[in-house]
T-cell receptor
Framework: GQNIDQPTEMTATEGAIVQINCTYQ??????LFWYQQHAGEAPTFLSY????GLEEKGRFSSFLSRSKGYSYLLLKELQMKDSASYLC???????????FGRGTSLIVHP | SAVISQKPSRDICQRGTSLTIQCQVD?????MFWYRQQPGQSLTLIAT?????????ESGFVIDKFPISRPNLTFSTLTVSNMSPEDSSIYLC????????????FGPGTRLTVT
């Protein structure tokens, strides 16, 4: 099985930077996803990390360390619309179906 | 990319009845899935909908309770049978093209309340 841990909730100020961490324990790691989910809406894809290192995509970056079982999502220049739940998901073994963590609810305030 | 629609978007049902949720993808996809998301919780995979064969269910989910159909590469249904209040949840359809680096696309979800 897999064990995926994320903080339940985080708050940050508009314009600031926030880092959302995700740790996982799994065998046969294939890759790690980050998704954004606004309340009442479907999750939308943000990033996918297979190799160690930082992947940058605009205001959002995602980092992976396979040896440490650790990833983070970095959000820069926070905007109010970034208030959402951020889901970490891991693919492992022979299955390319991701297993999701509980998600981190990010609240951005003025 | 793939755009996924679901019907109904929400429903309120009585205990003991059944509800069928439809999922339509705007393009052919290799794999389709059904997830459940309870309030404040993450996504739990119910089953993989296989085209032309029986669905593959995850631990804790059975075909008699959640029968699934997938008649072609763009459409699937999930039925929640003999509902109880514990089945109140959001049910999400998703799809990907299979293989590595397979981005998972999600439908908007069906919010089910069982009274």
């Amino acid at each position: 099985g897999q064990n995926i841990d994320q903080p339940t909730e985080m708050t940050a100020t508009e314009g600031a930077i926030v880092q959302i961490n995700c740790t996982y324990q799994t065998s046969g790691f294939n890759g790690l996803f980050w998704y954004q989910q606004h309340a009442g809406e479907a999750p939308t894809f943000l990033s996918y990390n297979v190799l160690d290192g930082l992947e940058e995509k605009g205001r959002f970056s995602s980092f992976l360390s396979r040896s440490k079982g650790y990833s983070y999502l970095l959000l820069k220049e926070l905007q109010m619309k970034d208030s959402a739940s951020y889901l970490c998901a891991v693919e492992s073994g022979g299955s390319y179906i991701p297993t999701f963590g509980r998600g981190t609810s990010l609240i951005v305030h003025p | 990319s793939a755009v996924i629609s679901q019907k109904p978007s929400r429903d309120i049902c009585q205990r003991g009845t059944s509800l069928t949720i439809q999922c339509q993808v705007d393009s052919q996809v290799t794999m389709m899935f059904w997830y459940r998301q309870q309030p404040g919780q993450s996504l739990t995979l119910i089953a993989t909908a296989n085209q032309g064969s029986e669905a593959t269910y995850e631990s804790g989910f059975v075909i008699d309770k959640f029968p699934i159909s997938r008649p072609n590469l763009t459409f699937s249904t999930l039925t929640v049978s003999n509902m109880s209040p514990e089945d109140s949840s959001i049910y999400l359809c998703s799809a990907n093209q299979g293989g590595r680096i397979a981005e998972q696309y999600f439908g908007p979800g069906t919010r089910l309340t069982v009274t």
